[in-house]
């Protein structure tokens, strides 16, 4: 049962367009999520993050919509790099699975075509 | 500063074989995470430390898995009578106690059973 879903396992975007990767999931006790990016052989790296409270969160080219009606958060690069080719993560955490337990979805990998 | 380091980087065993998995937090974080990554999973919870201990284990996926932390820093995940399905990325996260949202990964164990 995953309660985290990220339904496009990969996305390709021309530089300086903008890249919009989506994620859904199903635990409406969900308070707290998040974005993470991963390069190859290397660890996932924090990105952004959004409470429950807000709808959107926004830090440099990097921005986090949260519909919580829809249960749907969506991560926006503007302008989209070539150093932004990564898979992405979204997590979420809250409810039962307090607040340091965090639901991974499968990840989305985005190439950014220069 | 030294980030989180895991070892071995890649372990290839044979079916039956315990293989053990170490990480090395960043200093300071008391918390510590396990995950592991299968191939064309999300990262799933493993097991929490707050210090030295576990208030959560309930990512262990059967008794053939432990783990332990000394001295709140150096973690091990043992896997005992390894399985084929045992096969995958482990992933050490570490994080101050009260700041889960952003974890500092670890590159990763990846792991074969053969």
């Known amino acids: 049962d995953q309660q985290v879903k990220q339904n496009s396992p990969s996305l390709s975007v021309q530089e300086g367009r903008i890249s919009i990767l989506n994620c859904d999931y199903t635990n409406s006790m969900f308070d707290y999520f998040l974005w993470y990016k991963k390069y190859p052989a290397e660890g996932p790296t924090f990105l952004i993050s959004?409470?429950?409270?807000?709808d959107k969160n926004e830090d440099g080219r990097f921005t986090v919509f949260l519909n919580k009606s829809a249960k749907h958060l969506s991560l926006h690069i503007v302008p989209s790099q070539p150093g932004d080719s990564a898979v992405y993560f979204c997590a979420a955490s809250g409810g039962t699975s307090g607040t340091y337990k965090y639901i991974f979805g499968t990840g989305t990998r985005l190439k950014v075509l220069a | 500063g030294a980030g989180v380091s895991q070892s071995p980087s890649n372990k290839v065993t044979e079916k039956g074989k315990d293989v053990e998995l170490r990480c090395d937090p960043i200093s300071g974080h008391t918390a510590l995470y396990w995950y592991r990554q299968s191939l064309g999973q999300g990262l799933e919870f493993l097991i929490y430390?707050?210090?030295?201990?576990?208030?959560?284990k309930s990512g262990l996926p059967s008794d053939r898995f432990s783990a332990e932390r000394t001295g709140g820093s150096v973690s091990t995940l043992t896997i005992q009578r390894t399985q084929q399905e045992d096969s995958a990325v482990y992933l050490c996260?570490?994080?101050?106690?009260?700041?889960?949202?952003?974890?500092?990964f670890g590159p990763g164990t990846r792991l074969t059973v053969t």
């Open positions: 959004i409470s429950s409270i807000k």
């Open positions: 996260a570490s994080s101050l106690p009260s700041q889960s949202y952003e974890q500092y």
């Open positions: 430390f707050q210090g030295n201990s576990a208030p959560d």
